[in-house]
């Protein structure tokens, strides 16, 4: 397993920002900024758990994602948001945690964030 991203809920809205229309979210990429960070900005009619919506979350790359849920608090079902990426959201000790598998093929489209300093 390996840090990828932090998800932190805003209700501002930030340059650059793009928007998922179908999951009522803006999402202000994590490649934005050298240490990860991913602005998400969630409009009334989405559907997520609130704990989600409302609590940052940390993103973790695992190769198997199956084996990485199993016997976990399941609070977003496996999904492919894009094309090579599963992933699903659990809850450890009261946080939201997002778990991603992503495919060899698609792991160019998803690099991991790398903090200058």
């Known amino acids: 397993m390996r840090f990828h991203h932090l998800g932190v809920p805003t209700d501002t809205p ?19 900024n050298p240490y990860g960070i991913e602005w998400m900005r969630y409009e009334p009619h989405c559907t997520l758990p609130d704990i ?11 190769p198997d994602l199956d ?15 894009s094309e090579g990426v599963r992933v699903a959201f659990i809850k450890e000790h ?15 489209l998803y690099p991991f964030p790398e903090a200058t300093g």
Request: glycine fraction near 6%.
């Open 52 to 62: 989600v919506k409302t609590v940052p979350h940390l993103a973790f790359v695992v």
């Open 94 to 108: 009261g946080a939201p945690i997002e778990l991603m598998e992503i495919a060899d093929e698609a792991a160019h």
């Open 14 to 32: 930030r340059k650059g920002e793009f928007h998922l229309p179908d999951l009522g979210i803006h999402v202000l990429d994590y490649r934005s």
């Open 67 to 81: 084996a990485a849920i199993a016997g976990k608090d399941i609070i977003i079902q496996p999904n492919s948001p």
